[in-house]
């Protein structure tokens, strides 16, 4: 299994572009969730989906879109990026079949916005 | 809301030196609480974990005992490794359909030969 991969690793935007960061998981997992991670912080929750056509917001999801058409893939959209969205970025997943939800986390793509 | 809370940072140690990460959390019911290490480059690695009081959670020489009674979750190790350099986060987690994870701000730890 390849786990969580996230694609780019590295991407510099100018302020008002647009990209999408991608995420996919290969273990078939029903929850996938986007964090963001700036610099001596904690991650912090973006959105969040259970399963594929269900998404739902979590704690800083402004200037964010997700969808999920797939179980596999969770792609993160910013319409127009800000200097504030400057942060590493992770996606992960976890599946609910045991007493806790572990998540499982992919590389991270770190993003800067000038 | 739920929170938690890690000892400032960073942290150095020489190898073979013990180790004590403190963390506590505020949270309303009970929550599963959890150590994350994130390797230089890498994204974030589940190490242990302990879902109800009195739990020890342990992995690769790390310890951390889920007490209630101080609401802490400290991890412990009493021999680290220059391998053992790494980011550490402690995260606490209520169950449910919104099972979003709860992050400390981390601490580095650098472990020198």
Known sequence: NAGVTQTPKFRILKIGQSMTLQCTQDMNHNYMYWYRQDPGMGLKLIYYSVGAGITDKGEVPNGYNVSRSTTEDFPLRLELAAPSQTSVYFCASSYPGTSSYEQYFGPGTRLTVT | ?113
């Open chain 2, 1 to 113: 809301g739920d929170s938690v809370t890690q000892m400032e940072g960073p942290v150095t140690l020489s190898e073979e030196a013990f180790l004590t990460i403190n963390c506590t959390y505020t949270a309303t019911g009970y929550p599963s609480l959890f150590w994350y290490v994130q390797y230089p480059g890498e994204g974030l690695q589940l190490l242990l974990k302990a879902t109800k009081a009195d739990d020890k959670g342990s992995n690769k020489g790390f310890e951390a005992t889920y007490r209630k009674e101080t609401t802490s979750f400290h991890l412990e190790k009493g021999s680290v490794q220059v391998s053992d350099s790494a980011v550490y986060f402690c995260a606490l987690q209520k169950g449910g359909a919104n099972s979003k994870l709860t992050f400390g701000k981390g601490i580095t730890l650098s472990v020198r030969p």
